[in-house]
């Protein structure tokens, strides 16, 4: 298929080149390539894109990225510098690229006011945050969206009519300590990242957050980060139990009505078309997004992968670039029919 919209699609700062080089020597079997790829924005992506068929691409900072510094003052500054950086570089390829805002998320107001200057001054498409922000005297505290304080940064994104990516990040400090360092192996993506999302994404579920900004839109990656699979046991529980539990009072409509309304999955390292045929069945072929997580996947495997799978027309044209078009308001994507 041509003209596929893809937007888990990751970036780095040359500047930060060495810790580049350290990630990519945790999770890449190339880390000299992942880290050309990474820093690179229009070249090499233009090129993989022009034969996998890719039209559009929608790129973020990589994670951990501003999560990961505790320092409020020093995480705003980057966050600032990487909005700057990615609008300079991808100006002029509107026809290609948009981008997610980068935003530190310590402190409510001033991430509110940062999406705002990014969707207004730059025109991003939303935001990706990389689950909870990093906080307190040593980083060992974690920062969810989930309460009321955060109620003002929702409030602005639903205002701005732009979706916010909750994108894993690797779990530090005493959580890595008690839970992850004697079995490191599960940390990223074969456990960590899908534990960290999903928690969080259901705190948000369970604390009423949708139910008080009801036009909110989140996109979760790797088909779904695991709730998917467990859409039955979930409901069941709430609905079963939802009186007894007092959740009534915060999660008022079902775990499928906020699949349905305002929660959307992608592709992104997850290529099996059995997976996604389940999840089709279980949030719908209209809540799907095509997405690879580029460059920790690559465009070959994610396109030949969607490309060959089988799938109705209509189905795989929805998810391929129709509800990118429609989410993000792509009316004058020009590749569309390509
Ligand atoms: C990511 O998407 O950020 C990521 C990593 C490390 C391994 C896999 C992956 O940071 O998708």
Redesign the pocket.
Known sequence: MLGKIALEE?FALPRFEEKTRW?ASL?STDPETHVKEITDITKLRIEHADKYGVGYQILSY??PGVQDIWDPAEAQALAVEINDYIAEQIQGREDRFGAFATLSMHNPQEAAAELRRCVETHGFLGALVNDTQRAGPDGDDMIFYDNESWDVFWKTATDLDVPLYLHPRNPTGTIYDKLWADRKWLV??PLSFAQGVSLHVLGMVTNGVFDRHPKLQIILGHLGEHIPFDMWRINHWFEDRKKQLGLAETCKRTIREYFADNLWITTS?HFSTNTLVFCMGEVSADRILFSI?YP?EHFEDACEWFDRAELNEVDKRKIGRENAKRLFKLGSYKDSEA
Do not use: E, V
Request: charged share 10%.
């Open positions: 990751a990630w999770f990589t994670a990223g993506p390292g997580d920790f």
